[in-house]
């Protein structure tokens, strides 16, 4: 089945209308408007400070909606906790992995599948998954997060949201700190994943790999959309060549 053929058949996979949150008294984000069809690869880049992992937390209910309305696989968003959204099927990879240092690999990726029934009944058959997606965590299945590679512990932040069964995966800045080739194998990864049906929506500073990837992006600065458009468009923007790809 092609993209084009999912994306027709089912209601859009997020959709996201004036959204405003921030911290305290600090706004970060102003009227955020994003669509998300299934099955798309959707890139949001920006420079640090743009707003880009703050719109993630107000997604998946780390920090409050303050204003407009998000709906994610038709569920609205406003006022869910983050375990209610994960169980809509939204899974989230957060920066800086947030693993569990003192449990083995194989415990951190059953974790993902925690208070969820359906997904817990399929544990083996995702961690099954996760391992053809990266053989390196098969071979450290019993070894402690905490003693991993920067790369390894990515994957396992990765294998981790996947083991909840998402519909939606949101992405935040998994290539940071990689090396370039660690980055490009879970760059591959992630286009598998999109591949095998799911959605993926990717926030990252690797903006030309990330719009190689994208059916569509959005930039985000100061807490505001400023261009959107086709991977390829947005590329070839000359905006975004200069502040991003230094060309």
């Not at 997020?14 to 959707?42: H, N, T």
């Not at 099927?89 to 690999?105: A, C, D, K, N």
């Not at 399929?122 to 053809?132: I, L, M, Q």
């Not at 070839?236 to 790809?245: I, N, S, T």
Request: proline share 5%.
């Amino acid at each position: 089945m092609t993209r084009d053929r999912i994306a027709g058949d089912r209601a859009a996979a997020l959709e996201v209308r004036g959204l405003e949150a921030g911290y305290g008294k600090i706004q970060v984000l102003w009227g955020i408007d994003l669509d998300v069809a299934p099955g798309e690869f959707v890139a949001i880049i920006g420079a640090n400070g743009a707003g880009k992992t703050t719109l993630l937390r107000a997604l998946t209910g780390l920090i409050p909606i303050r204003g407009g309305s998000a709906r994610a696989l038709g569920v609205p968003l406003k006022g869910r906790s983050a375990a209610t959204v994960v169980r809509g099927g939204v899974g989230h990879v957060p920066e800086g992995r947030q693993l569990f240092p003192l449990m083995t690999v194989r415990e951190n990726l059953d974790s993902g599948a925690d208070y969820l029934p359906a997904a817990k009944a399929n544990a083996e058959r995702n961690r099954s998954f996760v391992y053809e997606l990266f053989p390196r965590l098969r071979e450290r299945a019993g070894q402690l997060a905490g003693t991993l590679s920067g790369g390894e512990r990515q994957m396992v932040a990765i294998g981790r949201a996947l083991m909840s069964q998402p519909k939606l995966l949101l992405v935040d800045e998994p290539s940071l700190g990689l090396s370039p080739a660690l980055s490009s194998s879970v760059f591959t990864a992630l286009a598998q994943i999109n591949a095998e049906g799911t959605t993926v929506v990717l926030v990252e500073q690797n903006v030309q790999r990330s719009l190689q990837l994208a059916d569509h992006a959005v930039v985000l600065e100061t807490g505001e959309v400023v261009l959107r458009g086709s991977g390829p468009e947005l590329l070839a923007h000359p905006r975004v060549k200069e502040a991003y790809l230094s060309l």
